[in-house]
């Protein structure tokens, strides 16, 4: 499966970004999943609901299912699980997009905007492969991707995994 991180700090724009991405990926015939860390706490579920209260009851895990979707909730005991657990969890689909897992050694884009006074990425993370921004970066190494032109970064991701338009027109 081929997977591709979006990473940068917090209001850089990743989730804007992928969020943009994704349809015009879809849109090429690719099946997209996507994995989002977060640092926080995680719940899906409501108070009152059935499935609340068979987690609040003790279960390990409570997966709720209906016509239109379904979701397992885990319930974990030990530490978070590593991005290859996770994704070992999915479907097989032509390209997994990971957001956040910043410093987890995937293949990725690095969403960066200087204006938000953080150090980029990319001059210690020999895993990423291109730069999203919103600004000129002269002393970047690396493809500088328009971060306002998210059909530029999809053809980018499209030429970055050249399996996957095989695997389509082959079927």
């Keep these: 499966m081929n997977v591709l991180g ?6 850089s724009g990743k989730t804007t970004l992928l969020t943009a991405v994704l349809p015009l990926l879809i ?3 690719w099946r997209v999943s996507t994995v989002k860390h977060t640092h926080h706490r995680v719940d899906l579920d409501q108070p009152g609901k059935d499935s609340y209260r068979h987690r609040a009851a003790g279960a390990h895990e409570v997966l709720v299912a209906s016509a239109a979707r379904w979701a397992l909730l885990h319930e974990l005991t ?7 657990a996770l ?3 999915l479907s097989p689909v032509d390209l997994v997009l990971v957001e956040g897992f ?16 953080k150090p980029p990425l990319w001059p210690d993370r020999p895993d990423v492969l291109a730069v999203a921004s919103d600004s000129a970066l002269p002393d970047c ?3 500088v ?3 306002g032109d998210p ?3 999809a053809d980018w991701i499209v030429r970055l995994f050249p399996n996957v338009r095989v695997a389509r027109s082959a079927a």
Aim: no cysteine.
């Design 141 to 143: 190494p690396r493809p």
């Design 151 to 153: 059909a530029a970064v």
């Design 27 to 29: 849109g090429r015939g």
């Design 87 to 89: 994704l070992l969890r």
């Design 102 to 117: 910043k410093f987890n050694p995937i293949a990725k884009i690095e969403v960066y905007r200087p204006s938000l006074g």
């Design 6 to 11: 979006l990473a940068g700090w917090s209001g």
């Design 145 to 147: 991707l328009p971060l």
């Design 78 to 84: 030990g530490p978070e699980p590593p991005l290859d």
